[in-house]
C-alpha cells in the first residue's frame, strides 16, 4: 500500500502523457485529459468483434476508461471520452475486474483508453495477478503516448494495439486538437516494438505477445492513409502486422463537418487496397467495407 501511495504521487505534476499538463491531480485538478487520480470506468464487457486473434472463439475482455487526452470529433464513444461517462472505482476494484473478466473465460484483458490511468492500472496488474491474473494484457491506445510512460509499462502489458490516426498534423490539429501527433505517435509505436515485438499467435490463433498496428481511414483523406501505410512499410519490420479499418461513421461533431460527414466510400476504399498490396503490407487484418455495425451503442452500468 505504501508503494502504491509513493507511485501516486507522481498525480501531483502529471506528466505521464505529450501535454504534460503539470497539474495535480491528487487534489481534483484536471487537465487535458480530465481524468483525476480516481479510476473512472465506463463499462467493461465480452467483446467479440476485435481483430480475430484478439477477440479469438471467447472474446476480448475489454475494459473502457473513461475520459481521453484526444478531442476527436468522430469519436465513436464521444460520451465515455469527451463527456466523461462513468463510474469512479478503487484500485482494488480495478484488479477485481481484471480477474472477473478472467473467470469469464475471455482471451485476454483489452484496456481500451487507458493512458490517463497508467499508474492505477500497474498497481491493479500487481494485485491482481498477485490473484492468479494469466492472461495476456492489451494496452489499445490512440498512440498519443510519452516514451518514458510506456516505459514504465515494461513487463506488464503483453500486447500494444496502437491506433495510427494521422500522417499529417494539419489534420491531427483540426479533427483530435492535437499538436505533433505524427512525431509522438511513431516514437511511442517503436517503443512498442522494442518492449515486445512482433506478434506472437499460439496454437489457437490467439495473440500471446506484440504490436498490432491500427489505422482508421476517414473520408476524403485517402492520402493521409498513404502516408499512415507508407511509414508503416518503411520504418516498420517486413513483419509487422497492421489492421486497416473501414468502419468510420459520421457521429459527434463530424456531422457538422463536410468532409467527415459521410462514411468511405467503395472507390476511396478501393484507393486503400491498392496502398496495402504497393507497399507490401502482407500481415494483418483489413475490413471489408460495410462490415461494421452502424452504430456502437454499449451498456453503460459497470
Known sequence: MLEQMQKMQQLKKCNLC???????????KIGKCKATDKVKL?????????EPCISGGKGSGTIFFSNCNLSC???????????????????????????????NKVENINLVTPTSYVLQIIEAIKIAKSKGLNIPIIYNTNSYENVETLKMLEGYIDVYLPDLKYAEDDLA???????????VSTNAIL???????????????????GVIVRHLVLPNHVQNSRKVLKWISNCLPKDIYVSVMAQYFPTFKAKEIKELNRKVTSEEWSQIENFIE??????????????????YVPNWDI
Do not use: D, W
Open 173 to 183: 490539429k483540426r479533427f483530435s486538437n492535437i499538436e505533433n501527433y505524427f512525431e
Open 191 to 209: 517503443e512498442m516494438i522494442r518492449q515486445v515485438g512482433m506478434p506472437c499467435i499460439n496454437e489457437n490463433g490467439i495473440i500471446e505477445k
Open 73 to 103: 470529433k468522430y469519436c465513436q464513444n464521444y460520451e465515455i471520452s469527451q463527456f466523461g461517462k462513468g463510474k469512479e472505482i478503487t484500485i482494488e476494484e480495478l484488479a477485481e475486474i481484471f480477474l472477473i473478466q478472467q473467470n
Open 18 to 28: 505529450p501535454h504534460k499538463c503539470s497539474i495535480n491531480r491528487n487534489s481534483g
Open 42 to 50: 465506463a463499462l467493461y464487457s465480452i467483446h467479440k468483434f476485435e
Open 278 to 295: 504497393k507497399f507490401n503490407l502482407n500481415y494483418g487484418y483489413i475490413q471489408e467495407l460495410g462490415e461494421h455495425e452502424e452504430e
